[in-house]
C-alpha cells in the first residue's frame, strides 16, 4: 500500500523527532477517549483502511512517530465520549507523552512524503504475535503488548512491531467485513473488531478499545461490495 503523508521535524528542547500525519485527513473516522470509557475507533471503508496502513507503517518506524488527528473529523451520533486524536510510537523511542503539546506546536510547514507498507510482512508478524498471544495470553511481557495513555486530548499507543502489526491486520479486516454488514447499508455503526487484546491487562475492569465500521452519510454513495455500484436503465425495447 503506498500512503500520501506529510513528514515534520519539530523540537522539543534539545531533541528532534520525526513526525508524519496523513494526507488528506481522515475525516470520517473518530476515536473516543479509552481511558475514560469505552473506546471506540469507528470510521468508514477509506478511513480503517488507511489507519490499518499506518500502523503498518509504524511497526517498521521505530525512529517515527505517526500523528494521526481526528478530533477535527466530521462528529457522529454514535458513539458518544470524548474524541481525541491518536499517536503511534514506538516504545523504544521514549517519547513521553507530556512531551507531545511541544511536539503538537511544531507541526508546521511539513513536507510531503509518500510512505509505502508490506502486507505480507505485516501479517506475517502479526500472526506471530496471535500465535503468542493465544499460547501465553495471561503472560505476556510488557513489550508484548500495546502501551496506552492519554494526554492532551490525544491516545498515545506505545507498541513494537509486532503488536502495531497486529493491530493492523485487526483494523484492516474491519475495513473489509464492515461494508458486507446486514446493518451497513442503513448507516448503522457496525462493530468489526477488537484491540482490547492488545491492551494490558489489570484487576477488574481494563481499558477497551473496539473497532467499528460506518458509511458517512448520505449514503447514496455507499454500495456495498458485490452489488453494482449503476443500477443499469432499461431500454425502450425492454418490458
Not at 171 to 184: E, F, R, V
Not at 194 to 210: H, I, Q, V, Y
Not at 214 to 239: E, I, K, M
Amino acid at each position: 500500500m503506498r500512503l500520501r503523508a506529510e513528514e515534520f521535524q519539530p523540537r522539543a528542547g534539545r531533541y528532534a523527532f520525526r513526525v508524519v500525519q496523513p494526507r488528506p485527513a481522515l475525516r470520517h473516522t473518530t476515536l473516543v477517549d479509552p481511558m475514560r470509557d469505552w473506546g471506540y475507533l469507528v470510521g468508514d471503508h477509506d478511513g480503517l483502511a488507511r489507519l490499518a496502513g499506518l500502523f503498518s507503517f509504524a511497526a517498521y518506524s521505530p525512529h517515527t512517530v505517526v500523528h494521526v488527528p481526528l478530533r477535527q473529523s466530521i462528529p457522529r451520533d454514535f458513539p458518544q465520549g470524548v474524541p481525541v486524536d491518536l499517536v503511534l510510537v514506538h516504545q523504544t523511542l521514549g517519547l513521553r507523552p507530556s512531551t507531545w503539546p511541544a511536539l503538537r506546536r511544531g507541526l508546521t510547514h511539513g513536507v510531503p512524503r509518500t510512505v509505502r507498507t508490506d502486507e505480507r510482512r505485516t501479517a506475517r508478524h502479526a500472526a506471530d504475535w496471535e500465535d503468542i498471544w493465544e499460547r501465553r495470553w495471561d503472560r505476556l511481557p510488557r513489550t508484548g503488548r500495546v502501551q496506552p495513555a492519554v494526554h492532551a486530548r490525544t491516545l498515545f499507543l506505545s507498541g513494537a512491531r509486532d503488536t502495531f502489526a497486529a493491530a493492523s491486520v485487526r483494523i484492516g479486516g474491519a475495513a473489509g467485513s464492515g461494508p458486507l454488514a446486514k446493518g451497513a447499508v442503513k448507516g448503522y455503526d457496525v462493530l468489526c473488531a477488537s484491540l482490547t487484546a492488545l491492551l494490558p491487562l489489570s484487576r477488574g475492569r481494563g481499558t477497551e478499545l473496539d473497532i467499528g465500521f460506518q458509511a458517512y452519510p448520505p449514503l447514496a454513495h455507499f454500495t456495498p461490495p458485490g452489488r453494482s455500484a449503476r443500477r443499469r436503465r432499461p431500454t425502450a425495447a425492454s418490458p
